[in-house]
Structure formats: C-alpha cells, structure tokens
C-alpha cells in the first residue's frame, strides 16, 4: 500500500538524520588531533549577540597539534579566548596579537578512556533514537485504515530490518572513533 510505504520512507529518513547527528556529534569528540570542528558550538559575544565561533573568525590546522583562528576583526581575540575556556573542552588558547592558537595536548591513556565513554553514549544515544523511530513508526503502522494484518506485519519487519541496519552503522561509527581515540 502507498500510505505504507510513506512511513517506511519516513522512518528511513529519520533514521538516516539520527545517523548523521551521531556522526556530527562525535567530529566534536577530540581524539588527539587537531579538528576545527571540535569547536563546533563554540558560540563568541559579537557586537552583543552571541555568534557561532565560525561566522566571526577562519580556523586552520597547520599541523595535527594545532589550531590557528584568525578572527575577522582584531578585538575579538580575547572574546575568543573567553568562549574557549568557558565552553570546557580542556584547551588552552593562547594569542600573539593576530590570532588565537590552540595547542592540542597529546591525550592520557585515563583521558583515551573517558573520551571513548563519551563516545559509547553517544553512540547509545543515537540507538535509541533508532528504536523510538521503530516504535512510532510500527504504532503508525497499526493506525492505518484498510490494511491488512499481513501488509503491516511485512512493513513491521522492513522496520526491523531497517533499524538493525541502522545500529550496525553506529556500531561501525563506535569501532571507528574508539580506534581513533586509542591509537597513539
């Protein structure tokens, strides 16, 4: 049935937006090497609105310990600086008068650990994000009117199936990162 179909879609896609959130959520995890994008969310006072570190200054890594952010405008360094330390990510900026520089400390074997804990509910996070998609969509699934049990039983097992496929990937996405993290 078409109605059918629509949620099987729906549900595929929401499971696919789950996948990337986690995906996205664990760029911010740190795993000894220097990432702009571990300053995502990082949001700088600008003219008294409050900004994405990413529209007020350009981030490069010159090298795998090091972050240079060159701010558009001069007198943004020490508000750059002051996000950073508040935003509580263990690093440390610095400036010399043109840019803010971050130093990426090589990671303790107790700190490895923690991050890949980080990571695990992360991870958990996004799979049950996965499973309430399967139930919401199974409910869906038994409202539709004029379906046959046997349509909604087949639809109910593409979901399954779909939602196993989906944990595989976070599961692959955990291996991932657990290795990037632990490798020294």
Known sequence: MEE???YLDEAKDQMNKAINHVSHELTKIRAGKANPSMLDGIMVSYYG???PLQQVASMTTPDARTIFIKPWEKGLIQEIEKSIINANLGLTPQNDGQQVIINIPMLT???RRQLVKQVSQECE????SIRSIRKETN???KKI???SEDDVKNAEGVVQKLTDEYIIKIDALFRK???EIMTV
């Open 4 to 6: 059918i179909e629509l």
């Open 49 to 51: 609105a409050m900004s």
């Open 109 to 111: 074997e107790e700190r």
């Open 125 to 128: 996070q996004g799979k049950v």
């Open 139 to 141: 409910e869906s699934l």
């Open 145 to 147: 009117k004029g379906a």
């Open 177 to 179: 990162k657990e290795a």
